[in-house]
């Protein structure tokens, strides 16, 4: 089965850069997404990030774009999303999720999830 695990999170002040890691095993097919949602306290779980196995292409939200930045390493089995520039409103837990096939922005989409990591933006 899939299997993800979300590192990196923590509390930094607004401006600050961070990188979050989404560590992956057990695709059994080369046809995949691997995306980044987002849930604060009291609010939808939101869509912030995508990449495509097979051929590199990327989505970001019209909210992050600009400052972050998803990528992946094969070598490692690891995709990346790294966010600059924070922002108190970037604070959420931070899930990474998959699916086989073309990426969604539904959550409801997504077979395969991480526990999340917490992401704190204050001063």
């Known amino acids: 089965q899939v299997q993800l695990v979300e590192s990196g999170g923590g509390l930094v002040q607004p401006g600050d850069s961070l990188r979050l890691s989404c560590t992956y095993s057990g695709f059994t097919r080369e046809s995949y997404a691997i995306a980044w949602f987002r849930q604060a306290p009291g609010k939808e779980r939101e869509a912030v990030s995508c990449?495509?196995?097979?051929?590199?292409?990327?989505y970001l939200s019209d909210s992050v774009k600009g400052r972050f930045t998803i990528s992946r390493d094969n070598t490692k089995n690891t995709v990346y999303l790294q966010m600059n520039s924070l922002k108190p409103e970037d604070t959420a837990v931070y899930y990474c999720?998959?699916?086989?096939?073309?990426?969604?922005?539904?959550?409801?989409?997504?077979?395969?999830w991480g526990q999340g990591t917490q992401v704190t933006v204050s001063s």
């Open positions: 999720a998959a699916r086989y096939g073309a990426p969604r922005v539904g959550v409801n989409e997504y077979d395969y």
């Open positions: 990449i495509v196995n097979s051929d590199g292409s990327t």
